[in-house]
């Protein structure tokens, strides 16, 4: 949509709550994320959540109850009723979603990077903003979807709330402020005997029962994904995308670091730190290779850690209160807590009202490439994302095209046509692709020849 006088220069909120017709916003997955989300967009007057996609609508609804939705919010029995009343329905069909007459954005869930491509497709389709929560799918094919976004003059854009476009945030201060982006990127909870723990042995990482575990609705799965290294993974390689810094030849370190390490630790080897080299992405871990804890952790935040370019900036850094390294030249400018789905609509509003995007991929630098997690034999299948087979390996994109890597976004249902010993990186030949999928001829796109 064209940008508004009131869109371009009052606040988000005074934006919306000014526009003539509502914003209305169709949100595929109502799992933790979404209903993240929910529990805040009523808060929002002039925007109108018009439909909810869920393939179990009814978990869909009990999400909504949980945060506090009026029943008669969600009843509506159509798209049409749905939105002259202004209220919002409920479906199982995320196409008949996004070809609803008078939506004006989508904002894609799922985590299933496959089918968050096909709906983001589908959505440029019908002329409609996308906001991907689904960095899966950003990871598989967001610089061709970001194009793709362009041609039809609509922005795709990462989530706020999620730590990609936090860090992204982050970034562009630092170059906007003139300052050499060193290192960006998150924490988490790392040690290496993660990368082989799978959904059956994840709680006892945690320190959770399964039984607790079920009770409470956790997905082993996802959880392991987070624990594996693989989310990190995917993440760091979309904030490469975003931002144009390159991952490093080995991928992510992990090093132990806390709040007041940063700027001595994440700045290159020969200056005294960690790094391969400057301009690049990297995770921290709030544990020590010992197991214990790392001092003022960053488990849940982001960080950026900038280079003064002359001595007089170094001077402001100290006169500031900005701790530095010992030569004074490297400091970091952090945030401790990323808050998910509650901060999401920073992007829908910058997105429907601004055609604005927070963190979109520019270029093609960061992969993520599917390794084993044990020795896998011809005919399994695939478990993907969080499973017992494979975990994903951030890399520098070409490398991992020149190397032929499958991407950690297709290594779900497909079966091996080889054996791969554990630790390997799979390669496209090891596995049986589905050669008509749409999703997999845009990752094609991206590829070299």
């Known amino acids: 949509m064209p940008v508004t006088a009131s869109a371009a220069t009052g606040t988000l ?89 008078g939506l004006d954005l989508i904002v894609e869930a799922t985590g299933n990077p496959l089918v ?3 709906h983001a497709l589908q959505a440029f389709d019908h002329g409609l903003h996308v906001v991907n929560v689904n960095v ?14 362009a041609a039809v003059d609509r922005v795709y854009t990462l989530a706020y709330g999620d730590q990609p476009a936090l860090i992204c945030e982050l970034v562009e201060w630092a170059r906007v402020s003139g300052f050499e982006v060193v290192s960006a990127g998150k924490g988490t909870k790392y040690l290496p005997i993660y990368h082989t723990s799978t959904p059956e042995t994840v709680w006892d990482h945690y320190g959770i029962d399964a039984e607790t575990a079920a009770r409470d609705g956790m997905n082993p799965q996802m959880f392991n994904s987070f624990l594996d290294g693989t989310k990190s993974a995917i993440e760091m390689a979309a904030v490469a995308n975003a931002t144009g810094l390159t991952p490093q030849s080995a991928g992510l370190g992990f090093p132990p670091c806390g709040t007041d390490d940063l700027q001595r630790q994440l700045i290159p080897r020969a200056d005294g730190g960690v790094l391969e080299h400057a301009g690049t992405v ?20 982001v960080y950026v850690v900038v ?21 004074g030249r490297y400091a970091a400018m952090y945030r401790p807590y990323h808050l998910v789905g509650l901060e999401l609509a920073v992007s829908v509003l910058k997105a429907g009202l601004r055609s604005e995007a927070t ?56 079966a091996l ?28 796109q991206m590829e070299p020849a």
Request: charged fraction near 25%; charge should be negative.
């Open 417 to 444: 046509a080889r054996p791969v010993a554990a630790d390997c990186v799979l390669c496209y030949d090891d596995v049986q692709l589905d050669e008509s999928d749409p999703a997999l001829a845009l990752r094609r």
């Open 136 to 149: 899966e799918a950003d990871v598989l094919a967001g610089p061709a979807l970001a194009a793709r976004a």
């Open 13 to 101: 909120t005074e934006a919306l709550a000014s526009r003539s017709t509502p914003l209305r916003v169709g949100l595929i997955g109502a799992g933790k994320f979404g209903t993240m989300f929910l529990s805040q967009a009523r808060r929002l007057e002039g925007l109108h959540l018009l439909g909810i996609a869920d393939l179990m609508p009814e978990r869909a609804r009990a999400n909504l109850a949980q945060v506090d939705w009026p029943i008669e919010q969600y009843g509506a029995a159509s798209p049409a009723e749905a939105r002259d009343r202004g209220t919002t329905f409920v479906t199982d069909d995320a196409a008949a979603l996004i070809a609803t007459d």
């Open 359 to 414: 963190g979109v991929a520019t270029g093609f630098h960061g992969d993520v490439v599917a390794a084993a997690k044990r020795d896998l034999k011809p005919g399994e299948v695939l478990d993907g994302e969080g499973g017992s087979t494979v975990h994903g390996l951030l890399r520098p994109a070409a490398a991992a095209g020149t190397a032929g890597a499958l991407p950690m976004g297709l290594a779900h249902g497909l």
């Open 116 to 118: 968050g491509v096909r």
């Open 282 to 301: 990297e995770v921290i871990s709030c544990l020590e290779r010992d197991g214990s804890p790392v001092p003022r952790d960053l488990r849940w935040g």
């Open 307 to 327: 280079a003064a370019p002359n001595e007089y900036v170094s001077r402001c850094f100290a006169s500031y209160g900005m701790p530095s390294d010992p030569s």
